[in-house]
């Protein structure tokens, strides 16, 4: 079966670095998402690996190591909108159905 | 991306009623559109798949003949709630896949369902 863990809560201060992390068990891999879902909101998407590395968007970074069946998420210049859930994800079968981890809530103190 | 719409965005009704949520993807041709269902704090569990002129493809445990799901243009994916309790109250989530933008798929804004 598929399952991706990641921490439930993380908190950091405004101004500063986060690191998400997400750790996968899955049978076949296509590349790991992220995904950020305010309180009331539908997720949104931020970014997809499917080969090892880093992948810089903006404020957001992702990286994947498939050896280590591991990625995370990296959001730098933290503000307080960036307080939200954050999810890894990963596609499970052809017709892309996607598997999301538990979510790591993303608390940002001034 | 995509765009994709919800209505209603939210809906109170009684015990033992039925309720139709309607997914709306506004500038893509879905073949494929996905339905989850998150209760507060935790994660998305994926509800089913919608194929466009098919059956939906449920996953294990979710009843087929309590959550009806209907496909019938490109652009518009139905979840309907039959007999709805208590317990089915949730925020109900579509998607679209494109597979062209790798394996992303981009969400509606949600309906949140009350039941009494």
């Known amino acids: 079966g598929q399952s991706l863990e990641q921490p439930s809560e993380v908190t950091a201060v405004e101004g500063a670095i986060v690191q998400i992390n997400c750790t996968y068990q899955?049978?076949?891999?296509?590349?790991l998402s992220w995904y950020q879902q305010h309180d009331g909101g539908a997720p949104t998407f931020l970014s997809y690996?499917?080969?090892?590395g880093l992948e810089e968007t903006g404020r957001f970074s992702s990286f994947l190591s498939r050896s280590d069946s591991y990625g995370y998420l990296l959001l730098q210049e933290l503000q307080m909108k960036d307080s939200a859930s954050y999810f890894c994800a990963v596609p499970y079968s052809s017709a892309s159905k996607i598997i999301f981890g538990s979510g790591t809530r993303l608390s940002i103190r001034p | 991306g995509a765009v994709v719409s919800q209505h209603p965005s939210r809906v109170i009704c009684k015990s033992g009623t039925s309720v139709k949520i309607e997914c709306r993807s506004l500038d893509f041709q879905a073949t494929t559109m996905f339905w989850y269902r998150q209760f507060p704090k935790k994660s998305l569990m994926l509800m089913a798949t919608s194929n466009e002129g098919s059956k939906a493809t449920y996953e294990q445990g979710v009843e087929k003949d309590k959550f009806l799901i209907n496909h019938a243009s490109l652009t518009l994916s139905t979840l309907t709630v039959t007999s709805a309790h208590p317990e089915d109250s949730s925020f109900y989530i579509c998607?679209?896949?494109?597979?062209?933008?790798?394996?992303?798929?981009?969400f509606g804004p949600g309906t949140r369902l009350l039941v009494l």
């Open positions: 998607s679209v896949a494109r597979t062209d933008l790798g394996e992303t798929q981009y």
């Open positions: 899955t049978s076949g891999f296509y590349g």
């Open positions: 690996n499917a080969l090892d």
